[in-house]
């Protein structure tokens, strides 16, 4: 980022949001303390579509016995599922956008489909971003050792310096 300062290029600095109130905390906080920073280029917002399964499991019930089988999905079934994510992933994108217009802040939406994990850092590393920003959701050791958790994940992957903002 010193780089990007000393020669006056664009500096990138990109928000992941999902549907949690700590992403749009860490979007609050980014609005508030970084406003000179993102006020000449665009904050770049981001949000992760979930990958829709393509094959589902099927009971049978033949009396006391369950037989289970895949069943698999309908290729309209798979295209309505996909839209379905995208328009929702859009008014998120969308509403974070229209936070940020009544801050003055002008900002560009970004959607991809895929694990949010590497998502994110796929995202980073294409869009050349300077600052990723993440809210913490406050998992705690356990929860984050079974569920795992896309902060630490992208703090030890992504391209770039990452800020985790923890709510209070």
């Known amino acids: 980022m010193a780089k990007a300062v000393a020669e006056g290029g664009e500096k990138k600095v ?6 949690s109130e700590y992403s749009y905390y ?3 906080w980014v609005l508030d303390n970084l406003k000179e920073s993102i006020s000449k280029f665009p904050l770049i917002i981001f949000m992760a579509q979930p ?3 393509y094959n589902s499991p099927y009971s049978a019930s033949l009396g006391s016995v ?6 698999a999905a309908t290729p309209d079934f798979v295209y309505s599922a996909q839209e379905n994510h995208r328009k929702v992933a859009i008014a998120f994108l969308e509403k974070a956008k229209d936070i940020c217009s009544t801050r003055g802040i002008k900002a560009e939406m970004v959607t991809e489909v895929g694990d949010p994990k ?3 850092c796929n995202a ?3 869009l050349n971003i300077n600052l990723l920003v993440l809210g913490d959701r406050g998992l705690g050791k356990i929860k ?4 795992g958790s896309v902060s630490n994940y992208c703090v030890q ?3 770039c310096p990452v800020l985790v903002v923890k709510k209070p």
């Open 14 to 19: 990109m928000v992941a949001i999902d549907e």
């Open 26 to 28: 860490a979007l609050m």
């Open 51 to 53: 990958v829709t399964k």
């Open 66 to 71: 369950r037989m289970y089988y895949p069943v």
């Open 118 to 120: 590497t998502a994110i």
């Open 124 to 126: 980073v590393q294409k």
């Open 144 to 147: 984050r050792a079974l569920v």
């Open 157 to 159: 992957n992504a391209k």
